[in-house]
């Protein structure tokens, strides 16, 4: 089955600079992978996903970037703000009725 | 909010109880998930729902029992839990399995503590 890897497990960044969390897959025909971004107390929410058939995808300050020969995707969060503090999962998917594939987590501390 | 409900939020249980966890949707959704969510693991697909019927049982055990009586409700039927099984409980909903790649959107979770 698919195996997802998410690294690192915590990252402390000043607000105003960048966050770059990454993430390797296992199985080769995923062709979709979204990231989640889930605050205490709350559901993990869908943020960005990104296909196969793109290699970047840009939503305002965050974007993310798929490598699919070398079966790894990022997420970059620019200029970060202290609401950006939260978990962030990075996940896999065949699609259609092949199930998610969820990373370990990333948790994202903006020092004000 | 993401349009997913959960109750309770928060659930205390000895071992020897009978509790239910209920999930409710209120997005015109036709497939239904249960994850649980332990610290430091990935989430766990526990259980899935397509148009009322199950399609995934990921060899959860059976004190864990699953309903779903309609597309817009989803239940955890939990009896003699495990304190191993203490974790946060979460909800998820999407359109419908198998019609591309569908997002998956969360409830709050109900976090459970089995003494």
């Known amino acids: 089955g698919e195996n997802v890897e998410q690294h690192p497990s915590t990252l402390s960044v000043q607000e105003g600079d960048s966050a770059v969390i990454k993430c390797t897959y296992s199985?080769?025909?995923?062709?979709?992978f979204p990231w989640y971004k889930q605050e205490l107390g709350k559901g993990p929410q869908l943020i960005i996903d990104?296909?196969?058939?793109?290699g970047e995808k840009k939503d305002q300050r965050i974007a993310v970037t798929l490598n699919k020969t070398a079966k790894h995707f990022s997420l970059h969060i620019t200029e970060t703000q202290p609401e950006d503090s939260a978990v962030y999962f990075c996940?896999?998917?065949?699609?259609?009725?092949?199930?998610?594939?969820f990373g370990t987590g990333t948790k994202l501390q903006v020092i004000p | 909010e993401t349009g997913v409900t959960q109750t309770p939020r928060h659930l205390v249980m000895g071992m020897t109880n009978k509790k239910s966890l209920k999930c409710e949707q209120h997005?015109?959704?036709?497939?239904m998930y249960w994850y649980k969510q332990s610290a430091k693991k990935p989430l766990e697909l526990m259980f899935v729902?397509?148009?009322?019927?199950?399609?995934e049982n990921n060899s959860v055990p059976s004190r864990f029992s699953p309903e779903c009586p309609n597309s817009s409700h989803l239940f955890l039927h939990l009896h003699t839990l495990q304190p191993e099984d203490s974790a946060l409980y979460l909800c998820?909903?999407?359109?419908?399995?198998?019609?591309?790649?569908?997002?998956?959107?969360f409830g709050p979770g109900t976090r459970l503590l089995v003494l």
């Open positions: 998820a909903s999407s359109q419908a399995q198998g019609q591309g790649y569908e997002t998956q959107y």
């Open positions: 199985d080769s025909a995923s062709n979709y």
């Open positions: 990104i296909r196969s058939n793109v």
């Open positions: 996940a896999a998917s065949r699609g259609g009725y092949q199930k998610v594939t």
């Open positions: 997005l015109g959704h036709n497939a």
């Open positions: 729902y397509n148009f009322k019927e199950q399609t």
